[in-house]
Nanobody, 124 residues
Framework: QVQLVESGGGLVQAGGSLRLSCAASGTTLSINAIGWYRQAPGKQRDMVAG???????NYLDSVKGRFTISRDNARNTVYLQMDSLKPEDTAVYYC??????????????????WGQGTQVTVSS
C-alpha cells in the first residue's frame, strides 16, 4: 500500500527551526512533483512550497527566505527546512505527491497522495 509518511513536526519557540520529512513507503515508485501544505484551525489548507521532479521550487510569499524545500531522490524523500519560525506558521503540515515509475514492466502514474499530517507549533 502506497503511503506518504511525514515526520519532524513539534513545538519550537519563535525564531527556531524544524525540518519536516516526507517519505514514500510501500512502493518502488518515485516521488515526482510534491508540495507541502499547511492548515491552521479554522483556515483553509494552503500550499507552502512545491518542488518539481526536476528540482524547481516555488514558495508561498510569506515563507520565502525562511523555508527551503529539497529532495533526496535516492531516499525517495522530500524535506521542508523551516527557519526563523513565527507563531503564524503554527499549523498541521501535509505533503502531497504524485508518484510514477515502472513495476514489472508496467508504467504507473499515481496522483494526489496525501500524508497523514504533522503538527508544527511555534510559541511566541
Amino acid at each position: 500500500q502506497v503511503q506518504l509518511v511525514e515526520s519532524g513536526g513539534g513545538l519550537v519557540q519563535a525564531g527556531g527551526s524544524l525540518r519536516l520529512s516526507c517519505a514514500a513507503s510501500g512502493t518502488t515508485l518515485s516521488i515526482n512533483a510534491i508540495g507541502w501544505y499547511r492548515q491552521a484551525p479554522g483556515k483553509q489548507r494552503d500550499m507552502v512550497a512545491g518542488i518539481s521532479s526536476g528540482g524547481t521550487a516555488n514558495y508561498l510569499d510569506s515563507v520565502k527566505g525562511r523555508f527551503t524545500i529539497s529532495r533526496d531522490n535516492a531516499r525517495n524523500t522530500v524535506y521542508l527546512q523551516m527557519d526563523s519560525l513565527k507563531p503564524e506558521d503554527t499549523a498541521v503540515y501535509y505533503c502531497n505527491a504524485n508518484l510514477d515509475g515502472y513495476i514489472n514492466g508496467t508504467y504507473y502514474d499515481l496522483r494526489d497522495y496525501w500524508g497523514q499530517g504533522t503538527q508544527v507549533t511555534v510559541s511566541s
